[in-house]
C-alpha cells in the first residue's frame, strides 16, 4: 500500500498557475504508475494525468495539454503536477493515486489502488 497527501490547492484567478504535491509514503514507487485526477462540482471524477514512475513518459487529458506538466522526484517521492494558465474549469477537488503497473489504461481509475485525500482547486473568472 501507498499512502499519498496532497497540497497545494487554494483559490486563484483565471490564468495564475499553482503546483499541486503529493507525497508518497510506503513502498518503493519503482514500479508504480502515479496519477492526478479531478472531480468539480456535480461531477464525475476524471483523468488529469499520469506517469509511470520509472518511465518519465507522460500521458495527459486533451483539456490540459500544454498547460500541465506532471513530474517526480525520486528523492522525496514526490509527485508534483504544475498547473498554469489556469482556466474557470479546472475547477474542482484534485486527487494523487497510485497503482502497480498493468495492463488497465492509465487515465482508468481502475488502474489505481491508493488515493490521497484531495485537494481543492478553485479558479475564479
Known amino acids: 500500500q501507498v499512502r499519498l497527501a496532497e497540497s497545494g490547492g487554494e483559490l486563484v484567478q483565471a490564468g495564475a498557475s499553482l503546483k499541486l504535491s503529493c507525497v508518497a509514503a510506503g513502498r518503493t514507487l519503482r514500479f508504480y504508475t502515479m496519477g492526478w485526477f479531478r472531480q468539480a462540482p456535480v461531477k464525475e471524477r476524471e483523468f488529469v494525468a499520469a506517469l509511470v514512475w520509472n518511465n518519465q513518459t507522460p500521458k495527459y487529458t486533451d483539456s490540459v495539454k500544454g498547460r500541465f506538466t506532471i513530474f517526480r522526484d525520486d528523492t522525496s517521492k514526490t509527485l508534483f503536477l504544475q498547473m498554469n494558465d489556469l482556466k474557470p474549469e479546472d475547477t474542482g477537488v484534485y486527487y494523487c493515486?497510485?497503482?502497480?503497473?498493468?495492463?488497465?489504461?492509465?487515465?482508468?481509475?481502475?488502474?489505481?489502488?491508493?488515493w490521497g485525500q484531495g485537494t481543492q482547486v478553485t479558479v475564479s473568472s
Open positions: 493515486a497510485a497503482g502497480l503497473i498493468s495492463t488497465i489504461p492509465v487515465l482508468s481509475e481502475r488502474a489505481y489502488s491508493d
